[in-house]
């Protein structure tokens, strides 16, 4: 009988609370600002991995900088070939004196001349100026290799925020369930309390756990929307910008296949490769400095007036040769120096190859636990899950009380966030893994 008066007393609570909330949602209280009545924020643009990487190669200043860098280089290409090429230049000169010079009655230097000639050079064997050429064609190809390194740095600082962005909506998520449990207990607690089954500690206790979560709720709002900021500035927008959808990565290598492509296919390991080509060619070519220099000179001229040795108008070619014979040891010390680059070229590569390697290991024993630690969490989730349950029936049936429902709250909230870190440290051991193996991007 007791039983099913209390049954009946709950029940006319229930309609009650409800018809209070209801009249309390339809009438705002003076003084209070409707939330629904509000204008709303804008949503954040929505985009998905691939085109932000497009976008932010597109705005990224630091795509600007290699472009630049390989303009510049491909500029000294022509500045190197010009030196091989014929040039063509034109003189002239006018000439003022104090009076004619003359021998007996015969003009021989007017007192106004006017000369001007045009020269011709032409490089007919030049190996010094030729090989240069091809070193500013080696520097052209490092400058596009280092810009590749640079591509692919941004595409993973933008992936790396990409994947900010989607953990934080799990966190979210993870909040917004939280919330929707504590207040699930809540209303219950309080219905038995205001029905006179319950009591007033396991109200506040329920009121309690509901601000707790809405606050955990709140911080998590405010990480997505960071996240979202921090992505927006990589792709040179305006605003925030946000994750269109959830990231399917590449299947990840092998450590054996990352540590290969790795040694050989990184953006980084290939443009330290290029520079140890170019300056092992520079030695190769340290022979053009003992090599003659043959140059040929054709000069048409214009003279007026015309002298005893200048007629008004003539021509004259040469051929001029120079060869280095002695310079004070300088070429010995330019080939010293070129071995030096070569040395210290090859040592910078083999610390670049070793560290890529290095990175493929971590990423690869990273990879490995985090998915490990994924798979221990998610079955925590769900435990915790299934002991909130439990406890929410037990206290409803009035076997424990609420103290084990927030505690099964609280143990299933940190569990689901606990999934959320892995899931996201797994993402991004494998996103570290493509790109320490040169596939990311």
């Known amino acids: 009988m007791r039983f099913e008066i209390g049954r009946a007393v ?24 409707d939330v629904r009545s509000a204008t709303p924020t804008a949503a954040p643009t929505r985009i998905g991995l691939q085109d932000a990487i497009t976008l932010a190669l597109q705005r990224e200043p630091r795509m600007d900088l290699a472009q630049t860098e390989i303009a510049r280089a491909e500029a000294l290409v022509r500045e190197a070939r010009a030196a091989s090429y014929p040039t063509l230049n034109g003189n ?26 045009l020269l011709l050079s032409v490089p007919l064997i030049a190996p010094q100026r030729w090989v240069q050429t091809g070193h500013a064609k080696d520097n052209v190809e490092i400058v596009r ?84 900021e921090a ?41 330290s490769a290029r520079r140890v080509k170019a300056a092992e060619r520079v030695v190769d070519d ?35 040769l120079s060869v280095p014979l002695y310079d004070g040891g300088l070429r010995y010390g330019q080939k010293a120096e070129r071995e030096a680059n ?13 560290q ?23 079955q925590a989730a769900q435990l915790a899950a299934q002991a909130l349950e439990m406890a929410t029936l037990s206290y409803k049936a009035g076997a424990t009380s609420n103290l084990e429902v927030i505690d099964a709250e609280r143990r299933a909230r940190d569990a689901e966030t606990a999934v959320v870190v892995a899931e996201d440290t797994a993402r991004r051991a494998r996103l570290d893994l493509l790109a320490a193996s040169g596939r990311w991007p």
Not at 178 to 199: I, K, L, P, S
Not at 342 to 354: M, W
């Open 10 to 33: 709950l029940a006319c609570a229930t309609v009650l609370t409800s018809a209070q909330v209801s009249a309390q949602d339809a009438t705002p209280s003076a003084g209070t600002t």
């Open 92 to 117: 002239a000169i006018y000439t003022r004196l104090d009076g004619d010079r003359k021998l007996g009655t015969r003009v021989i230097a007017g007192e106004n001349q006017l000369s001007a000639n």
């Open 145 to 228: 290799r280092s810009g590749d390194d640079v591509r692919r740095q941004v595409a993973l600082a933008v992936a790396s925020a990409y994947l900010a962005v989607v953990a934080q909506h799990r966190a979210r998520e993870v909040a917004q369930r939280a919330v929707d449990n504590a207040h699930a207990h809540y209303d219950f607690a309080h219905t038995r309390f205001t029905g006179g089954v319950g009591n007033r500690l396991d109200d506040v206790r329920a009121s309690q756990e509901v601000a707790t979560s809405e606050a955990q709720r709140e911080a998590a709002l405010s990480g997505l929307a960071r996240a979202q």
């Open 231 to 271: 992505l927006g500035v990589l792709l040179g927008a305006e605003a925030a910008v946000d994750a269109q959808d959830d990231v399917v990565l590449p299947d990840a290598p092998t450590l054996d296949q990352g540590l290969s492509r790795a040694a050989t296919e990184r953006s980084d390991v290939v443009a």
């Open 286 to 320: 340290s022979w053009t400095d003992y090599m003659p220099l043959l140059v040929g000179l054709f000069q048409p001229f214009y003279q007026t007036p015309a002298s005893l040795t200048q007629p008004t108008t003539g021509w004259q070619a040469q051929l001029m």
């Open 342 to 354: 070569v040395a210290a070229s090859r040592t910078q590569q083999e610390a670049i190859v070793r």
């Open 356 to 378: 890529a390697k290095s990175e493929v290991r971590v990423a690869f024993a990273v990879l490995e636990r985090s998915d490990a630690g994924l798979v221990a969490n998610t």
